[in-house]
């Protein structure tokens, strides 16, 4: 096994200009083929809601649920990275936040847990949980769990007020101690500000080439969901095993050659 991969070493990558590769991750087989290939980090996504149990919306994911599939993932990787969702209503207040990171560090095997927002209020359970030495992973753009509020997945942060709303959002994660940054769906010339501004690294899914990291569903790079996203790419075609997509897509992502401008938003 090459070295383990911590948050300090996305860090480095980050200042190195090394592209960091990450892709969702469920379940124990999936997780060994990723380590193996190469996947700096997998993500334990409450996306699971909706391509595991077939739901159209992350909204009825459990604890119990992000639980059990970090078991799985963290139990056969042995050099990425974990980063676990905290479902919707499981980060209430910062003291309830804290119980369920714990319990997503202790029963899952999560390094780093991800939540939602950059409001205030997020600002402060994201401190509270940092502070008591959980590593914190914020999430902006198009944030799934907010889906009825913005009424469809449409690309956010397009207007100069919201893009600058955005990228206050994301001083402030910083400021409160997140670990890194997830930007989804937004803008590539907004995505690439935020990512130069911030000192920790920003993973990028459809927000362009210029982030820290990339990310993608790994059934939608496996083409799998029978989607045509504009940010993702079917890694599948002309490769004769999942294997070799997945080390496709680490490549691609490492020598800067996904994403290109047609998977990106203006
Ligand atoms: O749940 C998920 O898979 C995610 C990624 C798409 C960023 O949050």
Redesign the pocket.
Known sequence: MTEKVTVNTLKQMKSSGEKIACL?SYDASYAKLQDEAGVDVL?V???LGMVLHGEAT?LNVTMNDMIYHTRLVSGASQRALIIS?MPVNSYSSPEQGLENALRLVNEGGAEVV?LEGGNDEICKIVSFITEKGIPVCG?LGLI?QSINKFGGYHVQAKTKETANELKQEALALQEAGAACL?L?CIPARVAADVSQSLDIPVIG?GAGPDCDAQ?L?VYDMLGLTGKTLKHSKNFLVGKDSIAGAIKAYVSEVKNKSFPSVEHSFE
Do not use: A, C, Q, R
Request: charged letters at 25%.
């Open positions: 969702t993500l996504g409450d996306s992350t969702d991800k999430h799934p997830v989804e899914i990310v569903v």
